[in-house]
């Protein structure tokens, strides 16, 4: 499987303490880079979730956001401390005793801090719901690299295709080509009436062929083709040698348009480097 770097998921939890939003997007990058956007009460999660991150992926810019909404309405049940509310109403009697007007309100002494207290809320659960859902995340975040990596396969396949073509093209035409040059030469030469040794002629004629010869740099085209199939076939986090390959049939289509004689095999030494660049901007986005 061929993973691309650029994707994009999004999953929301509704629960009765609220809601978590988790988003993952990423681009390419050189190595594995990831950002975390936490709430403070879920900061303690972070390296549970680059470990997450770091088991699954090899390549790519990370930004993992969460957006955490408290259902405020969901109030934990209320707890009365009753020997310190005594106590403070004792207290208030005292005072009364020795002829000081207290006025106590009842809501005064609920309002004293320790005399009523609301149940705090499970934050290790809702963790755990959180984390739950980031797993499911995580889950769409790596079929979406992977859809787009089956994309990115067949743009690849098909610029291998037009490579072929290419190859093959010029390989049916060096023998025209070589005579034509061949013919062109003698014809100069018959036009300046210049007397030619036949065995003279032959040699410069060998010269050039192994000057203007491009046999090698197709057999080696043919052989990146191959190389490249058996990587996409391969899958993995492949980008940095599809990256390599690119240099390689770069190298190859300039020693190719370098020894062109003839238009045809200028035509597709350009058509090669169009196909190399279509190709390498697609591999900068695989893994």
Request: charged share 30%.
């Amino acid at each position: 499987m061929i993973y691309s770097m650029t994707a994009f998921a999004r999953r929301e939890l509704k629960a009765d303490w609220g809601s978590a939003i988790w988003e993952v997007r990423s681009v390419n990058q050189r190595y594995l880079e990831t950002y975390f956007r936490l709430p403070e009460q879920f900061r303690s999660l972070e390296p549970m979730l680059r470990e997450r991150f770091r088991k699954q992926l090899q390549r790519g810019k990370v930004e993992c956001v969460l957006r955490f909404i408290p259902n405020e309405g969901a109030v934990g049940t209320l707890s009365l401390n009753e020997d310190l509310a005594k106590q403070l109403l004792h207290a208030a009697d005292w005072i009364q005793s020795h002829g000081q007007s207290t006025g106590v309100n009842p809501f005064d002494v609920l309002r004293w801090p320790g005399v009523i207290a609301a149940e705090e809320t499970d934050m290790d659960s809702i963790q755990a719901d959180v984390l739950s859902e980031f797993d499911l995340t995580l889950k769409d975040f790596i079929q979406g690299r992977a859809t787009e990596g089956d994309t990115l396969k067949s743009l690849i396949e098909q610029r291998l295709d037009g490579i072929e073509v290419e190859v093959a093209k010029v390989t049916t035409r060096m023998p025209e080509i070589l005579q034509w040059q061949r013919d062109k030469i003698l014809s100069r030469f018959e036009e300046a009436k210049i007397e030619l040794d036949e065995t003279r002629v032959e040699q410069e004629m060998i010269m050039l062929a192994q000057k203007i010869d491009v046999a090698e740099e197709l057999d080696r085209l043919t052989t990146h083709i191959g190389e490249t199939r058996n990587i996409l076939k391969k899958g993995g986090a492949v980008g940095r040698r599809l990256d390599f390959m690119m240099q390689e049939f770069n190298r190859e289509s300039n020693t190719l348009g370098s020894k062109a004689i003839h238009t045809d095999i200028t035509q597709s030494a350009v058509e090669l480097k169009v196909l190399i660049e279509q190709m390498r901007e697609q591999i900068q986005n695989i893994e």
